[in-house]
Nanobody, 121 residues
């Protein structure tokens, strides 16, 4: 079993910053990639940013230039630095990880429980 624990959400004023963390634990041989998704009320879950184990990143157009994704492979941890936050960024943020639990195992995607980010004055 792989567990993803998220932290760092909260309430922030427009223009403020937050840093989300996601730590993967359990039986892990390797992690191919990790990512952040978000879901606002009444909307579909959408990709925010992703990062591979090699450091390649991808961002939604709506967050480019404001959010930065990074990882620490040795700690199986991923971060999302969010700057210049807007009310439209309000959502539950979920992390995921594409994990191989042992050398010959298939890659399986695991999800965290989510952390609320609210941007409001």
């Amino acid at each position: 079993q792989v567990h993803l624990g998220e932290s760092g959400g909260g309430l922030v004023q427009p223009g403020g910053s937050l840093r989300l963390s996601c730590a993967a634990s359990g039986r892990i041989f390797s992690i191919n990639a990790m990512g952040w998704y978000r879901q606002a009320p009444g909307k579909e879950r959408e990709l925010v940013a992703s990062i591979t184990s090699g450091g390649s990143t991808d961002y939604a157009d709506s967050v480019k230039g404001r959010f930065t994704i990074s990882n620490n492979n040795a700690k199986n941890t991923m971060y999302l630095q969010m700057n210049s936050l807007k009310p439209d960024d309000t959502a539950v943020y979920y992390c995921n990880a594409d994990v191989r639990r042992y050398p010959s195992a298939p890659i399986v995607r695991s999800w965290g429980q989510g952390t609320q980010v609210t941007v409001s004055s």
